[in-house]
């Protein structure tokens, strides 16, 4: 009985977002008045109480209830009464500002070419700075917040409807309209160190040798080693030369 009432609740509360006040929780039906079922999930998992929300157990709803407030179409659901949902109408009266948000990878192209629908018919926009980061995080966990003012905007002829308390329409935002953070700065190159340069070695054929760095370092090179082995005979060979001359007796004495 408790998950019976409990579904209840739940069709009921389906109806009202889908039937009464989709702008309510950022939605904005098409024309027909469906929305991707993706999104509408995506309302429940920001809502304390209902994030464990699937479209299983919208299915559920569908089979159990006799009268079900919703129908669904392909990847798509919409509320069968629709009659106190309001209209989207051209916007009267519009704030000075109206703020929408865009994906990180997407504003580098949004700055130069104008803010563009994203996944649906129209730019949705709000007049409430955290509907506008709800709205966006739904396509980008950290977007990119966008400012638009309204009268450049009216000025270059851009047409804003009505979709709700809060949210308006457009088809597009022109560059100069809006304003937002400066972008990253991309990161320099690091700069190469210029490499010391080391004397050639002479390579025997067949042979190989390792680079030895440092001020200290050996030559180990077969050419090194012969010339050192030369360097010692000939300090041995003057040096019993000189022992040699020590020994014979002088002249005077002989």
């Known amino acids: 009985?408790?998950?019976?009432?409990?579904?209840?609740?739940?069709?009921?509360?389906?109806?009202?977002?889908?039937?009464?006040?989709?702008?309510?929780?950022?939605?904005?039906?098409?024309?027909?008045?469906?929305?991707?079922?993706?999104?509408?999930?995506?309302?429940?998992?920001?809502?304390?109480?209902?994030?464990?929300?699937?479209?299983?157990?919208?299915?559920?709803?569908?089979?159990?209830?006799?009268?079900?407030?919703?129908?669904?179409?392909?990847?798509?659901?919409?509320?069968?009464?629709?009659h106190a949902m309001p209209k989207n109408t051209p916007a009267q009266n519009l704030p000075k500002l109206l703020y929408t948000c865009v994906r990180r990878k997407a504003y580098p192209g949004v700055l130069e070419n104008g803010i563009r629908p994203m996944g649906f018919t129209h730019v949705i926009l709000s007049s409430e700075p955290e509907m506008a980061k709800r709205i966006g995080k739904r396509r980008d966990p950290m977007p990119v917040q966008l400012v638009?003012?309204?009268?450049?905007?009216?000025?270059?002829g851009i047409t804003f409807f009505k979709a709700g308390e809060t949210l308006y329409l457009a088809e597009s935002i022109q560059p100069g309209c809006f304003t937002g953070p400066p972008l990253p700065k991309q990161k320099e190159p690091a700069a190469k160190s210029d490499a010391v340069d080391e004397p050639a070695l002479d390579r025997m054929p067949g042979s190989f040798m390792?680079?030895?760095?440092?001020?200290?370092?050996?030559?180990?090179?077969?050419?090194?080693?012969?010339?050192?082995?030369?360097?010692?005979?000939?300090?041995?060979?003057?040096?019993?030369?000189?022992q040699k001359r020590k020994r014979e007796r002088p002249p005077w004495r002989q």
């Open 148 to 156: 638009v003012q309204t009268e450049i905007s009216l000025d270059k």
């Open 1 to 82: 009985m408790a998950k019976r009432r409990n579904l209840e609740q739940l069709a009921k509360f389906i109806s009202y977002i889908l039937g009464r006040n989709p702008a309510e929780f950022g939605l904005v039906p098409d024309s027909d008045g469906f929305v991707k079922i993706k999104d509408f999930i995506k309302v429940f998992a920001e809502e304390e109480g209902l994030k464990y929300v699937r479209r299983s157990n919208i299915n559920e709803i569908l089979i159990t209830q006799p009268n079900p407030p919703v129908e669904i179409r392909g990847n798509h659901i919409r509320a069968k009464h629709r």
């Open 210 to 242: 390792l680079g030895l760095k440092g001020k200290n370092a050996r030559d180990k090179t077969p050419q090194h080693k012969s010339k050192q082995k030369a360097a010692v005979r000939e300090k041995a060979f003057k040096k019993n030369k000189k």
